[in-house]
């Protein structure tokens, strides 16, 4: 098997905008480079590329573009390559959602999409002959479900008081895939953790959390370690601690930064050593959109007047108005390397469905990834969907577009596509 990690500074000019947070607002300073960093593995011609990219989600025209370039230069096919976002809410301009005050620099984007891309080129030239570890460990204190069921059976965001409960425990897991040259040196490693990248305060770059964890790690392991990151499946799941209504201090993400390293490196440090094999699927699944009309859309409507909604009923009518289709595609995939599989789910995934994905899965080591390739927006199972839930990851926009049976259908197909995969067929 070969391997290789490249990371690239990808830090955008100031004054772009910042997405995530739903205020119209620009970046004034840079807290720490934003970067995308490639892990790409070979074996007996077979090729996996996984891409984490800083930036808050994933436009629908970045995978043809990137991979249609990837490809010209390399022997890398488009099917083998997985881009991901890392959700980081003070990430690269690229996304262009002004119903949520979103707004790409189109000048930054053309020159980002071959930088991204050339991550990967770049990665391909120093292919090298490796070996390959898998560890596993915990990371406790540092994520919680945000979302929470009232005595009546019901969802709510945020909102927790006595007789509530989470609606979920977050997957505090955290998988790694560790890398060494035939030396024994440390290359790189893959990670994954489920929990928001919403963390940094302020109008400044920053690559957040998993930003201070991998400084950390490349101090640890030397300055040409690279840690390539992916969110698990953390639509649900952020930093603060809703339930015992704990507000955590500005400067948390510091804190779970180097808890976040620190899980990290006691999986690499139990990891076990995993066979020479690399492999991909990807597929163009089809799902349905969630559309409102007629009376349903005026009783939405009257809902969010009553709350006092003002912004979630803009992007209600804002989304009505707008040409879509009934059904559209998201792409779906995995990657494997060894006998790990990277799972890559389109959008904002709930925990549920990464949990189903991992008992289900004919690997027994696995790595979920999200934002993977397609621009979704929030994928929640029904229980978000009922009548009187009022989670605003599923108030209908195009950060919300997907109906209930979406995420039962992504999780259904990456686990079809995973026994492709796999010696260990049902």
Same mark, same amino acid.
């Given at each position: 098997?070969?391997?290789?990690?490249?990371?690239?500074?990808?830090?955008?000019?100031?004054?772009?905008?910042?997405?995530?947070?739903?205020?119209?607002?620009?970046?004034?300073?840079?807290?720490?480079?934003?970067?995308?960093?490639?892990?790409?593995?070979?074996?007996?011609?077979?090729?996996?590329?996984?891409?984490?990219?800083?930036?808050?989600?994933?436009?629908?025209?970045?995978?043809?573009?990137?991979?249609?370039?990837?490809?010209?230069?390399?022997?890398?096919?488009?099917?083998?390559?997985?881009?991901?976002?890392?959700?980081?809410?003070?990430?690269?301009?690229?996304?262009?959602?002004?119903?949520?005050?979103?707004?790409?620099?189109?000048?930054?984007?053309?020159?980002?999409?071959?930088?991204? #891309?050339? /991550?990967?080129?770049? =990665?391909? *030239?120093?292919?090298? $002959?490796?070996?390959?570890?898998? @560890?596993?460990? %915990?990371?406790?204190?540092?994520?919680?479900?945000?979302?929470?069921?009232?005595?009546?059976?019901n969802c709510r965001t945020f909102k927790c008081a006595d007789g509530f409960r989470p609606a979920a425990t977050p997957d505090r897991e955290v998988p790694v895939i560790f890398v060494t040259d035939e030396n024994?040196?440390?290359?790189?490693?893959?990670?994954?953790?489920?929990?928001?990248?919403?963390?940094?305060?302020?109008?400044?770059?920053?690559?957040?959390?998993?930003?201070?964890?991998?400084?950390?790690?490349?101090?640890?392991?030397?300055?040409?370690?690279?840690?390539?990151?992916?969110?698990?499946?953390?639509?649900?799941?952020?930093?603060?601690?809703?339930?015992?209504?704990?507000?955590?201090?500005?400067?948390?993400?510091?804190?779970?930064?180097?808890?976040? #390293?620190? /899980?990290?490196?006691? =999986?690499? *440090?139990?990891?076990? $050593?995993?066979?020479?094999?690399? @492999?991909?699927? %990807?597929?163009?699944?089809?799902?349905?959109?969630?559309?409102?009309?007629?009376?349903?859309?005026?009783?939405?409507?009257?809902?969010?007047?009553?709350?006092?909604?003002?912004?979630?009923?803009?992007?209600?009518?804002?989304?009505?108005?707008?040409?879509?289709?009934?059904?559209?595609?998201?792409?779906?995939?995995?990657?494997?390397?060894?006998?790990?599989?990277?799972?890559?789910?389109?959008?904002?995934?709930?925990?549920?469905?990464?949990?189903?994905?991992?008992?289900?899965?004919?690997?027994?080591?696995?790595?979920?990834?999200?934002?993977?390739?397609?621009?979704?927006?929030?994928?929640?199972?029904?229980?978000?969907?009922?009548?009187?839930?009022?989670?605003?990851?599923?108030?209908?926009?195009?950060?919300?577009?997907?109906?209930?049976?979406?995420?039962?259908q992504i999780t259904d197909e990456l686990i079809r596509l995973a026994k492709t995969l796999s010696p260990k067929q049902d």
């Amino acid at each position: 098997m070969r391997a290789a990690f490249y990371e690239k500074d990808i830090t955008p000019p100031l004054y772009c905008h910042l997405a995530g947070s739903y205020t119209n607002y620009v970046a004034k300073d840079v807290l720490d480079p934003l970067h995308v960093k490639t892990a790409l593995f070979e074996n007996d011609g077979v090729y996996a590329a996984a891409v984490a990219i800083d930036t808050c989600e994933m436009p629908d025209d970045m995978h043809d573009i990137v991979t249609k370039r990837i490809s010209e230069h390399t022997p890398i096919p488009p099917e083998a390559v997985l881009l991901s976002a890392t959700h980081d809410h003070k990430g690269i301009p690229i996304t262009d959602e002004p119903q949520v005050n979103a707004y790409a620099d189109e000048a930054f984007k053309d020159v980002v999409y071959r930088l991204i #891309a050339d /991550s990967v080129i770049l =990665a391909y *030239m120093r292919l090298k $002959p490796a070996k390959t570890f898998f @560890g596993k460990s %915990k990371c406790e204190g540092i994520s919680f479900c945000r979302d929470f069921i009232d005595d009546e059976g019901n969802c709510r965001t945020f909102k927790c008081a006595d007789g509530f409960r989470p609606a979920a425990t977050p997957d505090r897991e955290v998988p790694v895939i560790f890398v060494t040259d035939e030396n024994d040196a440390p290359m790189g490693a893959v990670v994954s953790f489920a929990c928001h990248q919403d963390t940094v305060h302020g109008d400044n770059y920053s690559g957040q959390y998993s930003s201070v964890a991998a400084g950390i790690l490349s101090e640890r392991f030397g300055r040409d370690f690279v840690t390539v990151f992916f969110q698990g499946t953390a639509g649900d799941v952020n930093h603060v601690d809703a339930e015992h209504h704990v507000k955590p201090p500005r400067d948390f993400y510091k804190t779970m930064g180097e808890k976040f #390293a620190a /899980s990290i490196e006691e =999986a690499i *440090m139990s990891s076990e $050593p995993m066979p020479e094999d690399v @492999g991909c699927a %990807k597929s163009r699944l089809p799902v349905k959109r969630r559309i409102l009309e007629g009376d349903a859309l005026i009783e939405e409507s009257q809902k969010l007047v009553e709350e006092k909604d003002l912004m979630s009923l803009s992007n209600l009518m804002f989304y009505n108005c707008s040409p879509k289709s009934e059904e559209t595609e998201v792409w779906v995939q995995c990657l494997k390397i060894g006998d790990a599989v990277l799972m890559g789910f389109p959008g904002e995934i709930f925990t549920e469905f990464g949990l189903d994905a991992k008992a289900r899965s004919p690997f027994g080591r696995v790595l979920n990834a999200t934002l993977c390739n397609t621009g979704c927006g929030y994928v929640a199972p029904k229980y978000a969907h009922t009548q009187k839930s009022r989670l605003y990851e599923t108030k209908l926009c195009f950060g919300a577009c997907l109906d209930e049976n979406a995420g039962y259908q992504i999780t259904d197909e990456l686990i079809r596509l995973a026994k492709t995969l796999s010696p260990k067929q049902d």
